[in-house]
């Protein structure tokens, strides 16, 4: 039981380049959600889903896209990269039904635009 | 206001020293809390997790949840070097929303 897999674990794009953050989960949950963290910032939900083919947005999911079309994936799309997207991106899931509400992470990526 | 409180600290114990962290809230409809720790450079790690009001144990770890004043604290007793991280504290409410809602981390280190 890996619990949320996160790749790549480090990535430098240059300003206007695309790229996709994986996340895997294999607990089954239905509820999968990302995040990122800046430095005194505290974690900002960027998107989530409340199950495969369900998506909606968070506090702050300009510049980004997601989709889900199986239970365990769920990516996250960052389209023309800017410097104000270098931050960590954490992935969680979380059961949210019956007495388990708790939410899981993954390890993280680590994301510089420059 | 934050819906979320957390004194960004940082905090330095001694080692040994009984650690108390805290968290108040503003939403009522919070029902379920969760404590994390996260080490430098790596993802929040769940450590507890407690429904509603009252205390939950687990080894050096005491959760404990007081929903009538929204406060929430994490006590750990002897502390440990090892204990060194950002504590974050999360909580949701169960059947009004599917999000998460997290304090800005207390950033601990326990002196050897």
């Known amino acids: 039981n890996a619990g949320v897999t996160q790749t790549p674990k480090f990535r430098i794009l240059k300003i206007g380049q695309s790229m996709t953050l994986q996340c895997t989960q294999d607990?089954?949950?239905?509820?999968m959600y990302w995040y990122r963290q800046d430095p005194g910032m505290g974690l900002k939900l960027i998107y989530y889903?409340?199950?495969?083919?369900?998506?909606d947005k968070g506090e702050v999911p300009n510049g980004y896209n997601v989709s889900r079309s199986t239970t365990e994936d769920f990516p996250l799309r960052l389209e023309l990269a800017a410097p104000s997207q270098t931050s960590v991106y954490f992935c969680?899931?979380?059961?949210?039904?019956?007495?388990?509400?708790?939410?899981?992470f993954g390890p993280g990526t680590r994301l510089t635009v420059t | 206001q934050k819906e979320v409180e957390q004194d960004p600290g940082p905090l330095s114990v001694p080692e040994g020293a009984i650690v108390s962290l805290n968290c108040t809230y503003s939403n009522s409809a919070f029902q379920y809390f969760m404590w994390y720790r996260q080490y430098s450079r790596k993802g929040p790690e769940l450590l507890m997790y407690?429904?509603?009001?009252g205390n939950k144990e687990d080894g050096r770890f005491t959760a404990q949840v007081d929903k009538s004043s929204k406060y929430i604290s994490l006590f750990i007793r002897d502390s440990q070097p090892s204990d060194s991280a950002t504590y974050l504290c999360?909580?949701?409410?169960?059947?009004?929303?599917?999000?998460?809602?997290f304090g800005t981390g207390t950033s601990l280190t326990v002196i050897p």
């Open positions: 889903s409340v199950g495969a083919g369900i998506t």
């Open positions: 607990m089954n949950h239905n509820y």
């Open positions: 969680a899931s979380s059961r949210r039904g019956g007495s388990s509400y708790e939410q899981y």
């Open positions: 407690t429904y509603s009001s």
């Open positions: 999360a909580m949701t409410p169960l059947n009004t929303g599917n999000q998460f809602y």
